[in-house]
Structure formats: C-alpha cells, structure tokens
C-alpha cells in the first residue's frame, strides 16, 4: 500500500501539470486513493481536519494581511514612493534600478501582494528606467527581483502557511525571516551597484531635475506611512504586545487610515479591495481542505513511513536529507505555485525534518526563501507573467535573462543560511 501512496502523489503533479485545479484535483485524488485502499469510512476523520482549519485562530491573520496589502495598492503609497526614491537615487549609477530595490523592500513589508508589487514597479519604474538608456535585462530582472520580496518579508503569506504547516511561532518565524529579508535586499543593491561601476552605460546617472527642491522633505512625507504601519505591525510582535493574527488586525486598520488621508478611502475601492481579498483567502482554504484530505490519505495507506525511510537511508544524515529536500523544492518551483508546495509537499518532508533533529523555526525559514524563487523561475515564474504582461513590449527572453543573476543571489542567500543558522536564529532569541 505504501508504494500506492507515491503512486497517488505522482498521479496528482501529474494531473497538476495537465492544467486542473488545484483544490478540485487534490480531493478528488485522494477521494479516488483512500476509497480504494482504505475504504469510505475512512473519510469519516476529514470533517474533523476541516473543522480544525476552520476554527484556526493563526490562519485568520491570512485575509486580514490579504486586506491590508489590497488597500495599501490602491492608496497611492506605491506611486508616491517610486517618484521620490528615483528621485533621491537617480542622480548616480544603478540609481533608479537601486530606488526600486527600496521601493520593493518597504512594499513587501506593508503589502506583501507580490503581484501587486510587480505591476505596480512595472508601470511606473519600467518606462522611466528604460527612457533614461537602463538594459532592458537589468530593468526587468530588478522589478520581477524586487516585487517577489514579499515572500520572505514579513507579514508574508507564505511564512503564515509555513508556520502552520510546521508548527512554528508566526510571530518567531516573522522575526526570523527579516534578516534573510535584509540581506535579500542589500544584495541585490550591491549587485546593482556593481553592474553600474563596471559596465555604466547598463545603468547610468540620471540628471537633476529642476524640481528637487523640496526633494528632502517630500522623501520624508512619502516614507513615513509605511514605516509608521511596519513598526505598528512587525513592532507589537516583536515587542510581544500582540500575536500575528491581532497585529494583521491592526495592519488592516492602519492601511484604512493611510488610505484615507490619500483620499483613496471609497466606497469603489473599498468593495474591489473586499472582493479581492475574498477571491484569494477562499482559493487559499479551498486548497487547504483539499490538501488535508490528501494528507490524510498519504498517511493512512502509509506514505509518510515510506518516505521516512527513503529519506532516513540517505547516507550523511539531517545534511543529505536536508540539501534533497531543498532541491526537490526548488526544482518543483520551476511548475509549480507556492501555495501547492507548501500545502502538498511541506507537510510530507516536514515531520522527516523534526525527527532527524532540525530546527523547525530554521527549516521553515530555509523553505520559504527557496520558495520564493518559484516565482522567478521560469517557464512559470509568477513575476515574469506579471511582468510581461505590464510590459508587453518586453520580450520574455529578456525578461528571463534580467532574472537569472537575481536567482543565483538567492540561491547564495539560501546558502549562507544552510551554513550558517545563527545568521537567522540570532534575533529571534531576543524575543524571549
């Protein structure tokens, strides 16, 4: 029976790969599966598991955090802070590409909506980036690079699922991935910033614009909002005022505020931005449910056994196990989403990874960084569709190639925190 159970997961990337959906796909397989070999009866457990889901106070934080980044887009906050840090940095080589990067950074931690990001940098930083003679390889590489930070920066999504699925803090697991963040971040600029020395006509200096007077004070005005809801949100974690699910409420009302003193708080938005955050938190549970009975099944007929001694055989220990595991989730990247990673094949490897003894706030961390490169990589990168389809008159190979470099620093980053946990782990023992 256990040979069945990979049997059942082949068929499912199988049928994931043909084009079904999802959430359909993974009941409907497992529905098939654990009726033949395990019986109807078996499924009297599931009610239960989805009861579980339902009644989760963590995942709650989920549509509020939906919210929040909805309604931070359409309040111009974006806008208003890619026009001031061009500004600001456009006056020297890599500036404007550096500016995005920056951009990017504080989007991801007051809105974490990657796609939100990527269109946004795309149609206003693109055109501007490409006019002031930018390669178009460079341009798009750090616009696709920089709106997928919303991945690993808190208040992520994925570090949310991530943190259920394992069983670790949200609150531990924010913290933790700030510094993998930062370094994201700060490696990207330095790349930038090496391209523009040694090759300055891919990035140059912009002149200055006769409108700069009040540029000092028109920087300050547009960062303060954004930092004012990051300390408000990521603050009262780590401050141990309040859990993830209460600061993701406080999140959603500090975007609303925000909002409004843009004058962006109507009626129209405020339905679109519900509407939006409906769309998602439903397909993100409807995939839940749908991976929780697959569980169940894998389980039942045995599977986790079998893959704990495919695993366990593997010569080197935790460091085999763990170096595979990345691997196969990298590669997997490269067809398929995020959300199905995690829901299907985290809670597979996940108990593998607590019983040879690694550190589950480390693991967690370790895969939502390699996760966030399934949306760089190609043929389905979540960002090059993004991307491409805000600028049509890129072409896709060229966005391809833009990405690539900013791939490989990730992979380097995913590197420095296999080697070295403290690097991660270091900041959130201070909550203690």
């Not at 599977?303 to 460091?319: E, S, V």
């Not at 008159?393 to 995913?414: A, M, N, S």
Request: aromatic content about 10%; charged content about 10%.
């Amino acid at each position: 029976m256990e040979v069945w159970a990979l049997v059942m997961f082949a068929a499912l990337f199988i049928l994931l790969l043909a084009g079904f959906p999802v959430a359909f796909t993974l009941g409907a397989v497992a529905l098939g599966f654990g009726s033949i070999f395990l019986g109807i009866d078996f499924f009297n457990l599931l009610p239960l598991r989805i009861w579980g889901i339902m009644t989760n106070f963590t995942l709650l934080a989920v549509p509020l955090f939906v919210f929040m980044g909805v309604i931070l887009e359409k309040s111009g906050i974006a806008e208003e802070l890619l026009e001031t840090m061009g500004r600001l940095f456009g006056r020297v080589r890599g500036g404007l590409a550096i500016s995005v990067v920056a951009v990017g950074a504080l989007l991801a931690a007051t809105t974490g909506v990657v796609g939100a990001s990527v269109v946004t940098m795309a149609v206003i930083a693109l055109p501007a980036m490409l006019k002031h003679g930018y390669a178009p390889t460079l341009a798009s590489g750090t616009i696709a690079a920089s709106g997928t930070l919303g991945q690993i920066i808190p208040p992520s999504i994925i570090l949310i699922l991530l943190g259920d699925v394992i069983g670790v803090p949200v609150g531990q697991l924010f913290i933790a991935a700030a510094v993998p963040g930062m370094m994201l971040v700060f490696s990207y600029m330095a790349y930038i910033a090496y391209i523009a020395w040694r090759h300055p006509e891919l990035a140059p200096a912009i002149e200055k614009d006769p409108n700069d007077e009040n540029l000092g004070l028109k920087v300050v005005k547009s960062l303060l909002p954004p930092l004012a809801l990051i300390l408000a949100v990521l603050g009262s974690i780590f401050f141990g005022i309040a859990s993830p699910t209460e600061s993701a409420a406080v999140g959603a009302l500090g975007a609303m505020i925000l909002a409004l003193i843009h004058g962006r708080l109507n009626l129209t938005n405020l339905q679109q931005a519900l509407q939006q955050t409906t769309r998602l938190t439903s397909m993100v549970f409807l995939i839940l449910i749908g991976a929780t009975a697959f569980g169940l099944v894998f389980v039942g007929m045995g599977g986790d056994n079998l893959i704990f001694d495919i695993f366990n055989a593997l010569p080197g220990g935790k460091w085999s196990f763990l170096i595979v595991s990345m691997l196969l989730i990298f590669v997997l990247g490269f067809f398929l989403d995020f959300i199905e990673i995690c829901f299907i094949v985290v809670p597979i490897i996940a108990p593998v990874a607590l019983h040879l003894g690694l550190d589950p706030l480390w693991f967690a961390l370790l895969i939502a960084l390699n996760l966030q490169t399934s949306f760089l990589t190609p043929p389905f990168g979540f960002s090059l569709f993004y991307l491409k389809a805000s600028a049509p008159t890129l072409e896709l190979t060229t966005i391809y190639r833009g990405v690539i470099p900013f791939i490989i620093i990730q992979v380097v980053v995913l590197a420095i925190l296999i080697s070295f946990p403290e690097v991660a782990l270091w900041l959130p023992s201070l909550m203690g």
